[in-house]
């Protein structure tokens, strides 16, 4: 594993996610976790709530994984709602779950221009991913309904072809609008359909409740992605466990049709 300093930078206006001057977020640092193996695909995991780049490295760089390059950003440190306004790292701001409260696009679009921005140099011929746990879960759902729309919220292009997304513990920003977003163009459903999305959750997750993984996937499912897989969890709260991320490596294996997990 090795960090890259250089990725601690500010996200300023000319970043095709950002909408306006009146916000700029400067991204924490980022960690690489290379391939042990022949290089087939890159992901970038985003942390939850709070958190940082340099523990989910940690995990993923045990996996048995030999063939995927891991990188793991660290999110802006700006105030939360959900905290009283309390600073911390946040991928956007974001008050109270629930399905009719606000959705932060501005914040969103930076953070998945930003992780756009990390994909956007890999090689050709290796295959792209996002996920995430918790509210990097929030994140990676909202950069797959990027991709398939073509756009970010904001209307500019989405420039990176995603092969597959994982969500963990998490829940779908926008979902009331998507159905119509996607349904209203060809290509778009088309992308839709096309896109490798696995979610799990637990079944007594206290923080995001079961509910919201739940709905996400429903909602999804209901706009087009039709190559969703839902996974639950009976006794998992708001973390993850080996058997989950036993599946997750098997999931990704399949999709992305790498050569084999290493034992």
């Known amino acids: 594993?090795?960090?890259?300093?250089?990725?601690?930078?500010?996200?300023?206006?000319?970043?095709?996610?950002?909408?306006?001057a009146r916000r700029t977020c400067e991204f924490g640092r980022t960690y690489v976790v290379r391939p042990k193996g022949k290089h087939q695909a890159?992901?970038?995991?985003?942390?939850?709530?709070?958190?940082?780049g340099s523990s989910w490295s940690q995990l993923l760089e045990s996996l048995p994984l030999p063939n995927i390059k891991?990188?793991?950003?660290?999110?802006?440190?700006?105030p939360v709602a959900l905290l009283?306004?309390?600073?911390?790292?946040?991928?956007?701001?974001?008050?109270?779950?629930?399905e009719d409260g606000p959705d932060d696009f501005e914040g969103l679009d930076a953070s998945v221009a930003h992780i756009a921005n990390l994909l956007s140099t890999e090689p050709s011929d290796v295959k792209l991913g996002i996920g995430g746990f918790s509210m990097g879960s929030a994140t990676a759902l909202y950069s797959a309904t990027c991709f398939a729309q073509g756009k970010y919220g904001n209307g500019n292009p989405y420039p990176v072809n995603l092969?597959?997304?994982?969500?963990?513990?998490?829940?779908?920003?926008?979902?009331?609008?998507?159905r119509n977003k996607i349904e209203g163009s060809n290509e778009a459903a088309r992308r839709a359909a096309s896109l490798p999305i696995l979610l799990c959750h637990g079944i007594c997750d206290d923080v995001v409740p079961y509910k919201y993984g739940e709905?996400?996937?429903q909602f999804l499912s209901l706009a087009g992605f039709r190559y969703l897989t839902?996974?639950?969890?009976?006794?998992?709260?708001?973390?993850?466990?080996p058997k989950e991320m036993d599946e997750v490596c098997n999931w990704l294996s399949?999709?992305?049709?790498?050569?084999?997990l290493r034992s």
């Open 84 to 98: 009283g306004g309390f600073p911390c790292t946040a991928w956007f701001d974001v008050g109270e779950l629930s």
């Open 230 to 241: 839902f996974k639950t969890y009976d006794g998992l709260g708001h973390y993850t466990v």
């Open 215 to 217: 709905k996400s996937a």
């Open 163 to 178: 092969r597959a997304i994982v969500g963990l513990s998490g829940w779908l920003p926008g979902s009331r609008s998507l």
């Open 254 to 260: 399949a999709r992305l049709g790498l050569d084999g």
């Open 1 to 20: 594993m090795y960090i890259c300093n250089e990725d601690s930078r500010e996200e300023k206006t000319k970043d095709p996610g950002s909408r306006t």
């Open 42 to 52: 890159t992901i970038v995991w985003l942390h939850g709530l709070g958190d940082n």
């Open 70 to 78: 891991w990188i793991c950003p660290t999110a802006p440190t700006r």
